[in-house]
Nanobody, 128 residues
Framework: QVQLVESGGGSVQAWGSLRLSCTTT????????IAWFRQAPPQAPGKERE????????????SYSDSLSGRGSIARDIARNAVSLQMSSLKPEDTAVYFC?????????????????WGQGTQVTVSS
């Protein structure tokens, strides 16, 4: 059973940067897609999580939303079994719980409904 654990969250000043890590444990395959989402307060649990970007294990293909494009990137660290999310020029509206999620069939969807394995999330708070 694959499990995901996010790390690297915390408090950041506006215009600063962050680097989050999603460590995978258990057997993954080339078909995996790992995506990053975020959920900002005061959205209630179960409401739509915002897609940020994904990476496809088979070829390291990445896809980014407008929220991430131009100021962030996603990369895979094979040696550490981890996928990182880097974001810069942070704003208070980037305050959210950040999640990584896995899609074993690797469809590369932007919808959280298509991801079956989720980490517990890591809080990022951006102060002005």
């Amino acid at each position: 059973q694959v499990q995901l654990v996010e790390s690297g969250g915390g408090s950041v000043q506006a215009w600063g940067s962050l680097r989050l890590s999603c460590t995978t444990t258990g057997p993954t395959t080339r078909s995996y897609v790992i995506a990053w989402f975020r959920q900002a307060p005061p959205q209630a649990p179960g409401k739509e999580r915002e897609f940020l970007g994904l990476i496809r294990y088979s070829d390291n293909y990445t896809s980014y939303s407008d929220s991430l494009s131009g100021r962030g990137s996603i990369a895979r660290d094979i040696a550490r079994n981890a996928v990182s999310l880097q974001m810069s020029s942070l704003k208070p509206e980037d305050t959210a719980v950040y999640f990584c999620a896995a899609d074993p069939p690797g469809f590369g969807s932007w919808s959280p409904d298509d991801y079956t394995i989720w980490g517990q999330g890591t809080q990022v708070t951006v102060s002005s």
